[in-house]
């Protein structure tokens, strides 16, 4: 059975750095898309990043381009979000995503990982 495990949220100020993991198991992960999405209560779920099976495409959201990066491991069935310049809106659950295509909007097909907390103090 295919499942993400999203790992590395945690509590940072203001202007410091974080990176989230995503392990992918139970499939082949080279052939897969992957995508961070972020929500905050009462808002809906919003794509951070997406990378494409091979990684020669990479999709941001206006809000993080320049301060965050997203990167795959296919050796290790992991994807990675790379976040530099927290800022205190970056704040939220983040969660990893994969399909067979990067998805820019919040989607019902594809896997959802179960989330892992950032938050940023201001």
């Known amino acids: 059975q295919e499942h993400l495990t999203e790992s590395g949220g945690g509590l940072v100020q203001a202007g410091e750095s974080l990176r989230l993991s995503c392990v992918f198991s139970g499939g082949h992960f080279s052939a897969r898309a992957m995508a961070w999405f972020r929500q905050v209560p009462g808002k809906e779920r919003e794509f951070v990043a997406g990378?494409?099976?091979?990684?020669?495409?990479?999709y941001y959201a206006d809000s993080v381009k320049g301060r965050f990066t997203i990167s795959r491991d296919d050796a290790k069935n992991t994807a990675y979000l790379q976040m530099d310049s927290l800022k205190p809106e970056d704040t939220a659950v983040y969660y990893c995503?994969?399909?067979?295509?990067?998805?820019?909007?919040?989607?019902?097909?594809?896997?959802w990982g179960q989330g892992t907390q950032v938050t940023v103090s201001s």
């Open positions: 995503h994969t399909d067979f295509s990067v998805k820019t909007t919040n989607t019902r097909s594809g896997l």
């Open positions: 990378i494409n099976y091979n990684a020669e495409k990479t």
